[in-house]
């Protein structure tokens, strides 16, 4: 298949699970190999320093583009408890005044918001009162994360990204809310763009939610997006992943499982060990990869360095 035979944007074969069978794959997951090593960094075990070494080789031009939208300070239906950001500094008078002043800001968010770039620390998913690994939940107090934390990649994850772009694939700018990826449409971008996906990879998974955003204006997302069928999790265990991101949250809305409302952060996080980036942007990444001919590159994620959190504001850098 190619991208000049595009296929409809509904979802294939996208039906609900029930619970026992998500809990079958939950298990089945969870109990795969997930590498060498220090088990409780989870898949990241797959990304060696062999593997780090192979990604950098492969950089041909130097140009860099980032997978990161830009932070939302205004409130919308996608969010509701925006970023804040104001000047703190300097005040009027000091702008004209002659000799030394300094301009500062100050900055909140909401790490795990719905709208902004972030990353998912292996301690943020919590299901039948454990975190991956069996790491008892109770770790996790108003005080901080005391296990599975952002501390886990605090020297940053560097290794080969690879961009799966399914609405290229159907022939489509986006996908529509509510329409789910499978493992199917995965394999079928993997071939198009001659883009193998392996152990180690950091993968990408467009949906076109930002091209949307930005075409249509934002929605509310917790209803309806486009993103992951859980099954599609089996294309990346076989393939030994090491990190998962997305254009949306990788999670579709309504949940293919009613009793679990984000299966693929489950099955992602808790059972599998990988970190997520959320809400990332590809409208700059794409084309750059159509441009290069490639759909790899080497990415460069640089979390902030907070010991005891359970995600991180985050702009990769992909470096062709």
Do not use: K
Not at 147 to 156: E, I, M, S
Not at 220 to 232: E, M, N, Q, S, W
Not at 265 to 288: I, K, R, S, T, Y
Request: some cysteine; proline content about 9%.
């Amino acid at each position: 298949m190619t991208s000049d035979q595009p296929v409809p944007s509904r979802p294939t074969a996208a039906w609900p699970l029930t619970e026992a069978a998500f809990r079958d794959l939950y298990r089945r997951l969870r109990g795969r190999p997930r590498g060498g090593g220090e088990e409780l960094r989870g898949a990241l075990n797959r990304l060696t320093p062999e593997r780090v070494v192979a990604a950098a080789a492969e950089v041909r031009s130097g140009r860099t583009v980032s997978l990161a939208a830009t932070v939302e300070t205004r409130p919308g239906p996608d969010s509701p408890e925006p970023a804040s950001h104001r000047m703190t500094a300097p005040a009027h008078p000091e702008t004209a005044a002659p000799g030394l002043a300094f301009a500062r800001d100050r900055f909140a968010m909401n790490v795990h918001s719905d709208v902004d770039s972030h990353l998912d620390a292996l301690c943020h998913v919590i299901f039948d009162g454990e975190l991956y690994g069996g790491v008892p939940a109770s770790t996790v107090t108003p005080d901080g994360a005391g296990a599975l934390t952002l501390d886990l990649v605090r020297d940053g994850i560097v290794g080969r990204g690879v961009l799966l772009d399914i609405p290229r694939l159907r022939g489509v700018p986006w996908l529509e809310p509510g329409v789910q990826v499978t493992a199917e449409d995965l394999a079928a971008a993997e071939a198009a763009q001659g883009a193998a996906v392996g152990p180690g990879d950091l993968l990408f998974v467009r949906v076109g939610h930002r091209l949307r955003r930005s075409s249509l204006g934002p929605w509310d997302v917790t209803r309806a997006r486009a993103g992951l069928h859980p099954t599609a999790m089996d294309f990346l265990a076989e393939r030994g992943v090491s990190v998962l991101g997305s254009d949306g949250n990788s999670d579709a809305a309504p949940s293919a499982v009613a009793e679990v409302g984000f299966p693929v952060h489950v099955l992602a996080v808790n059972a599998m060990g990988l970190h997520l980036l959320d809400w990332l942007d590809f409208e700059e990444l794409a084309p750059v990869c159509e441009q290069q001919g490639r759909w790899h590159f080497l990415c460069v994620v640089a979390p902030l360095r907070l010991p005891a959190a359970t995600g991180s504001p985050v702009n990769p850098i992909a470096v062709f």
